[in-house]
């Protein structure tokens, strides 16, 4: 157990929806990241926040926006789903930034239909 | 685009042998780390090994960095069952993480 809890587990949805994905960092961590893995395009980092600040920004589309809350909780909205944003989203935290191991959540299956 | 690569793509040796893999990446990394993914869960790091350093070991984890060739190697030692698994290496590099596609590691009893 990484410490690192995202919730649902998994998702099914349609094409057109939006949904909203959580994370709980580890106690402790300020930094929360998002990734997206598929069969076709890997692990790709979505986003990074800080504290409650956007740091870094990676593959993440329009329809994609992310906030970190002051209790360092984190969501991923996606919007106007389409079936290629089927994929298993990952939360990961770290105690401060890219110079330390990432702690990674169990991830939430997004199934568009 | 990805930053890390691996090499090879699978692998399948039996338990008890050495397992290596290979990275290679694009540009000037802060630090360069390994995790590993059982099926569909979520990653667990392995190592982390610094721009400035040449080689680690973690247990039965040996790590290299030759940041000249823009590439590092992860070794398994004595190799179990319970190392079946995808192994990522991930180059830390301008605030992201930038994955590899990994390589599938089957341990044969």
């Known amino acids: 157990d990484s410490g690192v809890t995202q919730t649902p587990k998994h998702l099914i949805t349609a094409t057109g929806q939006r949904v909203t994905l959580r994370c709980s960092p580890r106690s402790g961590d300020l930094s929360v990241y998002w990734y997206q893995q598929s069969l076709d395009q890997g692990l790709q980092f979505l986003i990074q926040y800080y504290n409650g600040e956007e740091r870094a920004k990676g593959n993440i589309l329009e329809r994609f926006s992310a906030q970190q809350f002051p209790d360092l909780h984190s969501e991923l909205n996606l919007s106007s789903l389409e079936l290629g944003d089927s994929a298993l989203y990952f939360c990961?935290?770290?105690?401060?930034?890219?110079?330390?191991?990432?702690?990674f959540g169990p991830g939430t299956r997004l199934t568009v239909l | 685009s990805q930053q890390g690569e691996e090499d090879p793509q699978a692998l399948s040796i039996q338990e008890g042998e050495n397992a290596t893999m290979n990275c290679s990446y694009k540009?000037?990394?802060?630090?360069l780390q390994w995790y590993r993914q059982n099926s569909g869960r979520g990653l667990v790091h392995l190592i982390l090994?610094?721009?400035?350093?040449r080689e680690k070991h973690s247990g039965r984890l040996r790590v290299t960095l030759d940041t000249s060739k823009k590439s590092s190697s992860l070794l398994i030692t004595a190799s179990r069952a319970a190392d079946t698994a995808s192994y990522f290496c991930?180059?830390?590099?301008?605030?992201?993480?930038?994955f590899g596609a990994g390589t599938t590691v089957t341990v044969r009893a």
């Open positions: 991930a180059a830390a590099w301008d605030y992201k993480l930038s």
């Open positions: 090994i610094r721009s400035n350093e």
């Open positions: 990961a935290s770290s105690a401060q930034g890219l110079l330390n191991e990432q702690f």
């Open positions: 540009t000037s990394i802060n630090n």
